[in-house]
């Protein structure tokens, strides 16, 4: 009898996917838990605020947490009923990435990517204005920068160095198209117009930005103000915990 309540328990805690060797206990990808979510992991490559691939993000993964990777499954399967997806950004982050970033910030000379992700801001302000912290919950696991997409689009032409950088607050067809739905700025625009609410965006992008909040909420995430791809669990499992280990692809 104690054989089969065991079993039956174990059975019960069995996770749909199983845990990567290579991760913590309560980590996943996001591929094994939901498939059709597009990635677009903008620190491990060049098209980013920096200019280059970020410490630590080895691959173009998203890890997360089980339970944020899992609700983030339940958004998508409810806006795939509506032929809509979505594309996730950055997921986990080491906090050496983010000790990265604080580097690169300090270094006021390198300002290769301000005509796209800072072109109002003063690099020597970044710090003070919040866009960059010394700490991020993107490293506790539970956090997603993400976007809606059309499901079906033709996926956007990656950016590639040497490319033109267009002011990230341009209107959608100026800036650079990466196959969203219009949120009235691209993904890290260090700009007032990135921020919930904002002024001077199309209606049609505070309709889409409105539709991507209700919906990450109703499935257990909580908005950042000022960025509206930015959205963190609320009740994640690891709320005080900053994690370091590598952004890899798996065994």
Not at 39 to 63: K, L
Not at 75 to 91: R, T
Not at 172 to 185: K, S, W, Y
Request: some cysteine; overall charge negative.
């Amino acid at each position: 009898m104690l054989r089969t309540v065991l079993l039956t328990f174990a059975l019960a805690a069995a996770p749909v996917a199983a845990r990567s060797a290579d991760l913590p206990d309560g980590f996943v990808r996001l591929r094994d838990v939901a498939p059709a979510i597009q990635h677009d992991m903008r620190y491990a490559g060049p098209h980013n605020f920096v200019g280059r691939p970020i410490a630590a993000y080895a691959a173009p993964d998203c890890i997360l947490t089980r339970p944020a990777a899992e609700a983030l499954a339940a958004a998508a399967d409810e806006l795939a009923l509506q032929g809509l997806g979505l594309k996730v950004y950055d997921c986990y982050r080491p906090a050496r990435a983010v000790a990265d970033f604080v580097a690169w910030a300090k270094d006021l000379g390198d300002e290769t990517m301000k005509p796209e992700f800072y072109p109002r801001v003063p690099k020597s302000e970044l710090f003070t204005r919040g866009y960059i912290a010394e700490k991020s919950g993107h490293s506790r696991g539970s956090t997603v920068d993400l976007a809606i997409i059309r499901l079906g689009q033709k996926p956007a032409t990656p950016w590639a160095p040497g490319d033109p950088l267009a002011d990230c607050a341009l209107p959608l067809g100026a800036r650079f198209d990466d196959a969203t739905l219009d949120f009235g700025t691209g993904y890290d625009c260090f700009d007032a117009r990135a921020h919930h609410g904002a002024a001077g965006i199309p209606a049609q992008a505070t309709a889409n930005r409105e539709t991507l909040k209700t919906l990450m909420q109703r499935h257990g995430f909580m908005p950042y103000a000022e960025e509206w791809w930015h959205y963190t669990l609320a009740d994640e499992p690891f709320p005080d915990t900053y994690f370091d280990f590598p952004v890899t692809a798996g065994p």
